[in-house]
């Protein structure tokens, strides 16, 4: 069974034995099974889960998440979280490649990158935001900034700057990898 958002391309087609490419509606491949390399690649981003989220009307994609007190995700609200679940997918054009725990019932729950690329809101205004710089979640509601309390980060590191942001705030990429 196929759902109607995607179609079937290329199976086996010029020279490319054992292939199988999944198009979306978009007109871009999504899914690739490489039968010549014997690879899968899924052309997304992050690794995302879906979560049951307590503030949803204010998880738009690029908020940093933390974990509330029911178990739920919330935006993060105070610097060095070590609550710090991840990141909402889907900003700026990076989309997951897999989605974990996805189910029917899909009010209040969205997903949220746990590792890999995804773009993310920060706050470069109390210090410059360099590339491979360790992010914790900051002062600003829903966004990461720079971690530079090493005591106060462990345990609450979101991941690494792919880009660098000078000042102000904004969406860069960051390579999701929660320590």
Request: proline share 5%; with cysteine.
């Amino acid at each position: 069974h196929f759902d109607s958002n995607f179609a079937v391309l290329d199976i086996g087609a010029q020279g490319a034995e054992g292939d199988l490419r999944i198009l979306g509606n978009d007109g871009q491949f999504k899914i690739h099974l490489d039968g010549g390399e014997g690879d899968i690649k899924l052309l997304g981003a992050d690794c995302a889960e879906d979560f049951d989220v307590s503030e949803v009307e204010t998880a738009e994609p690029g908020t940093v998440m933390v974990i509330d007190q029911e178990s739920a995700l919330k935006p993060s609200e105070q610097p060095y979280d070590k609550r710090v679940a991840g990141v909402v997918s889907g900003g700026e054009g990076y989309k997951p490649g897999i989605i974990l725990d996805k189910q029917k019932i899909e009010a209040d729950r969205i997903p949220v990158a746990l590792m890999g690329k995804v773009a993310c809101k920060v706050d470069a205004r109390h210090s410059p935001i360099e590339v491979g710089d360790l992010l914790t979640t900051s002062f600003t509601p829903g966004h990461a900034m720079k971690a530079n309390d090493a005591l106060r980060a462990f345990g609450a590191v979101l991941g690494k700057a792919l880009r660098p942001l000078e000042q102000g705030q904004g969406m860069v990429p960051i390579l999701v990898a929660l320590q």
